[in-house]
DNA sequence: AAATTAACTTGATTTGGATCAAGAGACCTT
DNA sequence: AAGGTCTCTTGATCCAAATCAAGTTAATTT
């Protein structure tokens, strides 16, 4: 997939138009980040923030006693660090580092605010997506304490499963982190406790291989996730 | 306080300046609710977001099976249904209704588009502010699981929790609907564990009077809930 | 390729909050 | 003001997930 179709494909540029989006694209770069490295630090100048295309990504900061907190990890298909562009300071108020191979779109803090300025239009789409994400946001705040964990780990496998091309089976995969505490801190859960989930999962067709999660039946796993969409105000 | 006062001192509103608050103040109105009364209902024509300036505000929807479901409970200084001022559908996607006696801001849609359309500065500032809010939010996730059930219950006494000027103790006092159901519904608690928590509070300086929480030692309290704000990004 | 390290899995125990249940208090009606 | 209803409180029990702990597997190093 080319960098427009990826970025057209994020929530927060889902209603703007193909032609706006090109010409964002032409400021864009696709960059590669190595397991391991940072992609920025806490009181960097905010520059840009991204949209994950392959890989994950963990925001961190360091605790007084020294010791690492995890504040979000995002996969495929997510943007980051929007919000650091609109901060008063410009700068990330949190560490971003490749907890995979990743691939990732950069997009240039100057350009965007520039379109924003320009094209009303664009800035009252803008605040649409931004407010429809705070209803997915609130939305996650629900799941976590009305779902169980393995119904968590579920809606989790099904946000971000994809369709497999090569075995043609019908089958979708997810792959993960090779370090899957990196996962569950994402769900809030201990790592104990999602190795059970998914074990919990199995009559629904999830199973476990080396670096990946296959998903066989995806209906089954929706049905017991209870996926459902509440609109949302605010 | 007076109109533009409030909206100065609502998260959405704050670095914007008084004299555009004061002429957006003009073409809004105070409205007040009796306990029980709707201020709007599903799928109405969103023209209008809403500031509160006292009471308790309960946003619901209504289920399959006829049974009211909470989805957010918002008390004095919170805003609430801008998102829905920003929809394509233009219209709320849950109901609202006055909790106890309410008096709210009522912030008319197509001015406030106007100004934003009008305003690139307004509207980067609408952008940030939205953004922050965000974080709030993600920082309510972690709180949901991070805290403890008392934890929460002093952090939301802490959020709502203002200087009482009458007894001159140096008290401060929160002001609490009736039906306290409607609070543990905020927190994600059953009434019981609600409860439960105040009586945990106590040694913290929390005593429960009739309509009223007095919070005597808000800095004991603070420390036992350990507020720390994160700096947020995405 | 063996050693070493780190993480995952599985089992046992503990715990915080939910649920169930009964009693006490507050508000509203008459 | 007395009765009735609704909610809050307090107690007992239950359950899901956390914690503690040991054993297994997988990755990396030498």
Redesign the pocket.
């Known amino acids: 997939m080319n960098i427009s179709e990826t970025i057209k494909n994020t929530p927060l540029f889902h209603s703007v138009d193909m032609e706006t989006i090109e010409r964002l694209a032409k400021h864009c770069h696709q960059k590669h980040f190595v397991k391991g490295r940072g992609v920025f630090s806490m009181g960097d100048s905010a520059e840009h923030f991204f949209i994950i295309l392959k890989g994950w990504i963990k925001l961190y900061r360091v605790s007084k006693e020294g010791e690492e907190v995890i504040i979000h990890v995002f996969g495929p298909g997510e943007s980051f660090a929007e919000a650091a562009v609109f901060n008063d300071t410009k700068s990330y108020p949190v560490s971003a580092q490749a907890v995979e191979d990743v691939a990732l779109i950069e997009i240039p803090r100057t350009y965007f605010i520039k379109k924003i300025e320009e094209d009303t239009g664009f800035a009252l789409r803008m605040l649409g997506a931004i407010s429809s994400r705070q209803h997915y946001l609130v939305e996650q705040i629900e799941q976590v304490?009305s779902?169980?964990?393995?119904?968590?780990v579920g809606a989790f496998l099904l946000r971000f499963c994809q369709r497999e091309e090569m075995d043609s089976k019908g089958e979708w995969v997810v792959y993960l982190p090779?370090?899957?505490?990196?996962i569950s801190s994402r769900l809030?859960?201990?790592?104990?406790?999602?190795?059970?989930?998914?074990?919990k999962l199995e009559p629904y067709g999830v199973a476990?291989e080396?670096?990946k999660i296959i998903v066989s039946d995806i209906e089954s796993l929706r049905d017991f996730c209870d996926i459902s969409s509440h609109g949302w105000v605010s």
């Open positions: 304490s779902r169980s964990a393995p119904q968590r090779y370090d899957k505490s990196i809030n859960i201990k790592p104990e406790t999602f190795s059970r989930a998914l074990l476990l080396k670096g």
